[in-house]
């Protein structure tokens, strides 16, 4: 197809936005600041609705090419976009989340002096995720990717001058350049061997290649290594330590960046290279593996926690574990399907404990709120809606994505599905342990105190109030949103016909002849558009209908026991934390994973560079020859510089000396 | 005929005058006569191997010699009033600005 799209409009939108905010910003009154930004986001938002409208008369997939980048012989990389059904998902969900939280931030951060830098770096953000999710090639993802990760660092250390955040936005990108090496290296193999890094051509020289089902080759190794980046990036097992600690960055920024978009670049990235994965079934596994650890772990640690925006950080990470179980057991459009209602439920989780904080002025321990409920009604209802989406209730978005991983990981393993069912009955409970610790009983706070933890220094706070409309309506937004992003994809056992899954078919499809294989039916050769991702199963509708039930049962039964402990019985938790004793601590202190990290990492780190390479190598090698070869110059020099004495006429008598040297030889060599 | 030697040493005690002289003198101007002496030295020695010897390129070079010469005092001398301008003194170890 010719027509051209303009693509490369989208994420330059707000490049420029970042850049007008960025350079002008400071002259600016918040009014043009914030009519800036909500232009140029919006605008790019408006580009991908135009996209979307035009998306059935594209052949896909949609490539376009801007520039030439490199060319290096036979490798070449072009600034190019490319649009697939996978790429119009996440665009949609990044423009639009991204631009009902712009809104919402406008008037979040209404009262804070960095009021222009902040959406300078919000747009700078969107510029690169939109960078990342258009890119046509790697390298163009990897620019995207890094921009991110500095985008997040900027923006969690927005307020700098406060020690914790500097040094977690600090924490968040160096455990980011962990896994940006395990990218990176897999870059340089793909190179080698394959000689491009642009999709189209890559995945094709990929899909000629067969599974590497008897041992781990040369995909294995790069699906691991995508996956050491991917978990950088969405924070899984081992790199998920930055997550928590980035929730020291201003509340539309976690759930815009640490929630609903930034995290989820591993899930896409991992989606698109879906091809390498197919025929690594070994990675595969381990993406899994991680993805169920993670899952659970987080889960466990986000009950303990006591600060509301903890709790949903490890949420994220818990539901991103989720994500890659779904990667992991090859059902990549059920992976995407969570990502979506996640960016929706998540983001308005944390936009609506924003409005918390907000309301309670700046407290963020959920032991100082309660009953909120009366006090803050919207936020209460839409609070309410993600809380129910994300315990897995039917009919609500995060049911259906759930409920579809659930019973994919089930056709892989009962493992996966077993500890799934079980995180998801944690989710359930912690989430519901938020919901009545902030909104029922009785207030625990001190309404009058306006101390600003977060934004709200100098706001004068008159006791609880609603935020302002600005915040509401996009949390309102969100919420009818959390409640129909999962009606895309209702599956067959429940009289639905999974579009979602459908519409993301033929992406995942093309390059995927073998994996799925294993457990196809025979009728495997109809057209895609017929057919689910994979395999539709076999088992029947009755059996999935089942374990529908259970998952729903998992959510119902947190909320049962949630209710018991933190509505009912408020003194119970305290009890059976007491009688837990050691575990019980050692959950709470995320089970000094931290600690653990530091005694095995930075504290070599920072000996041997202190001891070792500071004071030895360059206090004690380095410095010691500079400084020794300079004196030694200087003692030559001292002794030398004694015959240039600046007078005439010893200068005069050194002449004559030589001379009367030479006239002497001359006159011995003619005498001779 | 005066024999080539005896111009010859009076030649060499002429530079060697001359040398002493620009050594040992702390007087701008007396340092300058002594170079005036030291070329005057060699002169005469291009002049006395010139008329030994029959050949007149020793003579013409004393002629560049004479030049040179005038036109080094005519530069030196303004050098010396200068100096003497600024510093009242024609004592060269008091004209020590660019000593260390």
Redesign the interface.
């Known amino acids: 197809m010719t027509s051209n799209l303009h693509l490369w409009l989208i994420p330059i939108l707000p490049l420029i936005g970042a850049a007008i905010n960025g350079f002008l910003g400071k002259r600016f009154s918040r009014q043009v600041v914030s009519t800036v930004a909500l232009t140029f986001s919006g605008a790019a938002f408006a580009m991908a609705l135009y996209v979307a409208s035009q998306f059935s008369s594209l052949s896909l997939p949609h490539v376009e090419t801007v520039a030439a980048w490199i060319r290096a012989g036979q490798f070449q990389v072009d600034f190019g976009f490319y649009l697939d059904q996978l790429s119009l998902v996440m665009l949609l969900v990044v423009t639009g989340v991204g631009f009902l939280i712009h809104i919402y931030s406008v008037g979040y951060m209404w009262e804070d002096d960095g009021f222009y830098r902040f959406f300078a770096y919000l747009n700078l953000f969107m510029f690169f995720m939109l960078t990342l999710v258009l890119a046509n090639n790697y390298l163009l993802m990897f620019i995207g990717w890094e921009g991110v990760g500095l985008a997040s660092y900027l923006l969690i250390g927005f307020w700098f001058v406060k020690d914790s955040a500097a040094s977690a936005g600090k924490k968040a990108f160096i455990t980011n350049r962990v896994g940006d090496f395990g990218f990176l290296i897999a870059l340089f193999l793909l190179i080698q061997h394959f000689g491009t890094l642009t999709f189209a051509d890559l995945f094709q020289k990929v899909s000629a290649l067969s599974p590497e089902t008897t041992g781990a080759g040369l995909l294995t190794a790069i699906g691991l290594l995508l996956m050491v980046g991917a978990a950088g990036k969405s924070a899984q097992i081992p790199l998920y330590v930055w997550l928590p600690d980035a929730m020291e960055g201003p509340t539309p920024v976690s759930a815009l960046i640490h929630a609903a978009t930034m995290v989820t670049a591993g899930v896409y990235m991992v989606a698109r290279s879906h091809a390498i994965f197919e025929r690594a079934p070994q990675a595969l596994t381990v993406v899994a593996i991680i993805g169920t650890l993670t899952a659970l772990f987080a889960a466990t640690i986000g009950i303990t926690q006591t600060d509301i925006k903890k709790v949903l950080a490890y949420s994220t990470v818990s539901q991103l574990g989720y994500m890659f179980i779904a990667l992991g057991v090859a059902a990549f459009s059920a992976g995407i399907f969570h990502l979506m209602t996640h960016a929706f439920f998540k983001g308005l989780l944390f936009l609506a404990a924003g409005s918390v904080i907000h309301a309670v002025g700046g407290e963020q321990d959920m032991r100082k709120m309660g009953g909120l409920r009366t006090k803050i009604p919207v936020t209460f209802w839409t609070m309410t809606i993600a809380t129910f989406a994300i315990a897995g209730i039917p009919p609500l978005a995060g049911f259906f994505s759930k409920d579809e991983i659930l019973w994919r990981a089930y056709q892989a393993s009962w493992i996966y599905w077993f500890i799934g069912v079980f995180t998801a009955f944690l989710t359930s409970f912690y989430m519901f342990r938020l919901w009545f610790m902030t909104f029922f009983g009785a207030y625990r706070g001190d309404a009058e105190s306006s101390h600003g933890h977060d934004a709200h220094g100098g706001h004068g706070h008159g006791g609880i109030h609603e935020s302002p409309k600005i915040m509401l309506v996009p949390l309102v937004i969100l919420a009818i949103l959390s409640i129909v992003g999962g009606w895309v994809g209702v599956p067959g056992s429940l009289g639905g016909s999974n579009r979602f899954d459908k519409f993301l078919g033929p992406v995942f499809r093309s390059t995927s002849p073998s994996l799925n294989a294993n457990h196809a039916a025979p009728g495997e050769t109809a057209p895609p558009e017929n057919e689910t991702e994979g395999t539709e199963p076999q088992t029947g509708h009755s059996t999935e209908l089942i374990f529908t039930g259970i998952s729903v049962l998992a959510g119902l039964l947190g909320l049962a026991l949630a209710y018991l402990f933190y509505y009912q019985r408020p003194e119970l938790p305290q009890r059976i934390a007491t009688s837990l004793g050691g575990f019980y601590e050692a959950v709470k202190n995320k089970y000094y994973v931290d600690e653990i990290y530091a005694a095995i990492f930075i504290k070599p780190l920072i000996d041997g560079s202190s001891k070792v390479l500071w004071k030895g190598i360059d206090q004690g090698l380095i410095d010691t020859s500079v400084n020794d070869a300079a004196d030694g110059a200087r003692d030559v020099s001292d002794a030398v510089r004694r015959m240039q004495s600046g007078n005439i006429r010893s200068y005069a008598s050194w002449i004559a000396l030589g001379a009367a040297c030479v006239l002497a030889y001359m006159v011995w060599m003619g005498t001779r | 005929m005066v024999p080539l030697s005896y111009y010859l040493v009076l030649s060499g005690i002429l530079f060697a005058c001359g040398?002493t002289g620009?050594?040992?003198k702390r007087n701008i101007i007396t340092i300058f006569m002594s170079i005036e002496l030291m070329l005057n030295g060699v002169n005469l020695s291009f002049v006395a191997f010139a008329a030994n010897w029959k050949a007149l390129s020793g003579q013409v070079f004393v002629f560049f010699v004479m030049v040179v010469a005038a036109a080094e005092a005519a530069v030196g001398l303004a050098i010396i009033i200068a100096v003497y301008r600024n510093r009242e003194t024609l004592n060269?170890?008091r004209v020590?600005l660019?000593?260390?």
């Open positions: 040398v620009f050594i040992i060269v170890d020590n660019l000593k260390l």
